[in-house]
T-cell receptor
Framework: DTGVSQNPRHKITKRGQNVTFRCDPISEHNRLYWYRQTLGQGPEFLTYFQNEAQLEKSRLLSDRFSAERPKGSFSTLEIQRTEQGDSAMYLC???????????FGPGTRLTVT | AQTVTQSQPEMSVQEAETVTLSCTYDTSESDYYLFWYKQPPSRQMILVIRQEAYKQQNATENRFSVNFQKAAKSFSLKISDSQLGDAAMYFCAYRRGYGGATNKLIFGTGTLLAVQP
């Protein structure tokens, strides 16, 4: 297993455009998390899936953000009508139910110009 | 709401020396987990060490150990025999115990550790 992977690694977009990121968790992990990390800050929780069910969403996740995890495998995070404040590193993590450790991917760095 | 505070934005240590990174947290829960994660420059975050709140014994992982003071809500990380590869951003994180409604990690703002040769 190669760990959690995220694509793309970098994305530059113009304000107002839509972007979509993908996360592939470790294959046997049924829990998947999205976090956002801005410069000089720790990661902040965005949302969490157990299998295909989205069980928790942060208040940070405005209605421009949507996440899916069809079939409980990979997940996508879409940001519509991007704003400069959306510029950040978007991290994905996965874990096994019953285990506390979350394994992180390399992140997708979004720059909104 | 739970919070995690790291009051040292930057630390520096000489190679082979020992350094301690500080972390305090606030929670009303009795069952929780605490973690230290390492994020090297341009590389992904990896778990360094984990502590279950119900365990009195401090966790150790090779050169890394913690000083967990539950009453004081303090969770410091000690790195012994520091190596150049230890240079990274270190994040302290909190997670509620099982049975809680959330599995999210709550992170501090991080401590950037430099290791001087």
């Amino acid at each position: 297993d190669t760990g959690v992977s995220q694509n793309p690694r970098h994305k530059i977009t113009k304000r107002g455009q839509n972007v979509t990121f993908r996360c592939d968790p470790i294959s046997e992990h049924n829990r998947l998390y999205w976090y956002r990390q801005t410069l000089g800050q720790g990661p902040e929780f965005l949302t969490y899936f157990q299998n295909e069910a989205q069980l928790e969403k942060s208040r940070l996740l405005s209605d421009r953000f949507s996440a899916e995890r069809p079939k409980g495998s990979f997940s996508t995070l879409e940001i519509q009508r991007t704003e400069q404040g959306d510029s950040a590193m978007y991290l994905c993590a996965s874990s096994l139910e019953g285990e506390s450790e979350q394994y992180f991917g390399p992140g997708t760095r979004l720059t909104v110009t | 709401a739970q919070t995690v505070t790291q009051s040292q934005p930057e630390m520096s240590v000489q190679e082979a020396e020992t350094v301690t990174l500080s972390c305090t947290y606030d929670t009303s829960e009795s069952d929780y987990y605490l973690f230290w994660y390492k994020q090297p420059p341009s590389r992904q975050m990896i778990l360094v060490i984990r502590q279950e709140a119900y365990k009195q014994q401090n966790a150790t992982e090779n050169r890394f150990s913690v000083n967990f003071q539950k009453a004081a809500k303090s969770f410091s990380l000690k790195i012994s025999d520091s190596q150049l590869g230890d240079a990274a951003m270190y994040f302290c994180a909190y997670r509620r115990g099982y049975g809680g409604a959330t599995n999210k990690l709550i992170f501090g703002t991080g401590t950037l550790l430099a290791v001087q040769p």
